[in-house]
């Protein structure tokens, strides 16, 4: 849900921060007030062009920002565009714009583009009126609304995969077949070259290691010998020597414990010592021994390194990458090598993924024709009891021949007003106040199934009155059980609905204008209805009061 807006030197707004709830939310206010300029500053959020002559007199800047919850749904998205998961299903969205620079979003803290925000906006908000930003005017996001209607979704999805493997399977087919003559001949020996370098290097996992390490010690050997032999000096040759300065110890420490017993230990601890230098004397002696300067091993090692280097700067950066590469190689060169076998094992795969999936999308065709019929019936009979009592709406489906993600199919939802019109595609509905309750109904029957979260209705009263109104009032109030609503109102039947009221107003101050947002409880909102319904007599008062009531007798039945 969007939880709380907050926009700075927008228009008539100099600073505004607007709080919802999850449920209704109603947003009244005299003509002029400011009222669209709200539903304007989500749409920046949205990614909408943003025009620099709405910035505030007198700014330099204006921001947009909004914090939207439990919106999990999204993270998939934002690890897509590699953009970090929401913490806690939050997600914060900025947008500023200034006279001089472009503008700049953010989402999460995260700088983005507005293609990121309209991907985003798809997900997140569908706008119902005189807007751009309505997710069911494509054909794409049509047939996804027929899906989910028929129950489609997840045997879609499981085919989209399945069509993106047979995809793949072609592409690779064309590789291979798109290969003339000498074309695949003269790549086939290239692999063997290739693959013959590297093998003839007779390379291992440990090989770069050892390596490294071989040629370090020799590339040193005579720094090692006079630091060996140092250490030999010290330990036996010198004059004295480590293990002669600790054999007189030894002595001293004997006599000591025939002294005091209790000092016994001390001269086993110096027995101990001496073992052990014996032994590192052993050792270094050994080692000096297989470290003789070898200028032919050296020479042979360099070699050795400039070899590993070589394939290194050709087929990976460390020698597990090129045997990796190798292996990749060699597959290409089996199937080169292979090729007739290769391309008539390609085609039989691709024609029987074919056959299946034809199959299936047959089968989506008839599931989607029957539910389809079911689906236009009733959204008409929703029209109707939102006074287009001759209207018609219904869906074409448009079945090819070529396969595609989705199956065989598009669709095209139409819709006539009134009898004897002819229907027209969905998108091209003129009239906004059409639009927004086609849109009421359509969204009202697909409620359960629907995955955008947030629905804005504007002008959706527009010719609208008596029964139609109150119709239109309970369509919103039940999708609102399912979806956070917005809605911009001139209809008292409608306000009185909702479950949250914001009322926009303007004032005066220092001789500046500026739109404010006021929270309408109590007596503020009955008088609110009560305006809307023509003024604040006792007639209208108690007519609003009435209104109230009504739903709040609906919410507690």
């Known amino acids: 849900m969007l939880q709380v807006l907050r926009i700075t030197n927008l228009a008539v707004i100099e600073e505004l921060t607007w709080e919802l709830e999850q449920g209704f939310n109603i947003l009244t206010g005299e003509t002029g007030a400011g009222k669209s300029i709200l539903i304007d500053a989500l749409g920046l959020l949205l990614g909408a062009k943003a025009d620099k002559s709405m910035i505030r007199h007198g700014a330099e800047q204006c921001s947009v920002e909004a914090a939207l919850y439990g919106l999990e749904q999204v993270d998939s998205l934002l690890q897509e565009l590699g953009l970090d998961p929401l913490d806690d299903g939050e997600l914060i969205l900025r947008r500023v714009f200034s006279h001089t620079g472009p503008s700049k979003q953010f989402i999460n803290g995260s700088p983005t583009t507005l293609q990121v925000l309209k991907q985003l906006g798809h997900l997140l908000v569908d706008m119902h009126g005189p807007h751009d930003h309505q997710s069911l005017l494509s054909r794409d996001e049509q047939l996804k609304a027929l899906d989910a209607f028929a129950g489609l979704e997840e045997l879609v999805a499981k085919f989209r995969l399945e069509f993106r493997a047979l995809q793949d399977i072609r592409a690779e087919l064309e590789s291979l077949t798109s290969m003339e003559g000498t074309d695949w001949r003269q790549q086939l020996e290239f692999l063997e070259f290739q693959i013959n370098e590297i093998e003839t290097a007779r390379l291992s996992d440990s090989d770069e290691y050892e390596l490294e390490r071989d040629y370090k010690v020799a590339h040193n050997t005579q720094r090692i010998t006079e630091i060996g032999g140092g250490v030999q000096r010290l ?113 039989k795969h691709i024609d029987e993924k074919e056959i299946a999936l034809l199959k299936q999308a047959k089968d989506f065709s008839k599931k989607r024709a029957k539910s389809l019929e079911r689906l236009g019936r009733d959204i008409t009979k929703e029209l109707q009891a939102l006074g287009f009592q001759k209207a018609d ?13 989705e199956g065989l199919d598009t669709v095209e939802f139409q819709f006539a007003p009134n009898l004897g019109e002819v229907a027209r595609p969905l998108r ?66 409608v306000a009185a609905a909702g479950h949250k009221h914001f009322n926009v107003v303007k004032e005066v101050k220092a001789k500046r204008t500026r739109t404010q947002l006021e929270v309408l409880e109590g007596a503020k909102r009955l008088e609110e209805i009560a305006r809307m319904l023509g003024g604040k007599n006792d007639s209208a008062l108690a007519m609003a009061e009435s209104l109230l009531q009504d739903h709040k007798h609906v919410a507690s039945a």
Request: hydrophobic share 40%.
């Open 235 to 347: 330990l036996g040759d010198a004059e004295p020597d480590v293990l002669s300065l600790l054999s007189t110890v030894q002595r001293s420490l004997q006599e000591w414990q025939e002294l005091d017993d209790s000092a016994d230990y001390l001269s086993e601890l110096n027995e101990g010592a001496i073992a052990q230098l014996r032994e590192l004397q052993g050792e270094v002696e050994a080692l000096l021994a297989r470290s003789e300067l070898d200028g032919e091993r050296l020479t042979e090692l360099e070699a050795r390194m400039n070899l590993v280097q070589s394939l290194k700067k050709k087929y990976g950066s460390n020698v597990p990458g090129i045997l990796e590469t190798l292996q990749g190689l060699q597959l290409k060169r089996d199937g080169l090598a292979n090729r007739e076998h290769e391309i008539a094992r390609l085609q």
């Open 393 to 405: 709406f219904y869906g074409d489906l448009l079945s090819g021949q070529e396969l595609r993600s």
């Open 428 to 493: 091209v509905i003129a009239s906004s106040g059409e639009m927004a309750r086609v849109m009421l109904a359509v969204k009202t029957v697909l409620a359960k199934q629907d995955k955008v979260p947030i629905l804005i209705f504007d002008e959706v009263d527009a010719n609208v009155g008596g029964e139609t109104a109150v119709a239109v009032a309970k369509k919103l109030r039940g999708l609102a059980s399912s979806h956070q609503v917005l809605c911009i109102t001139h209809l008292p039947q």
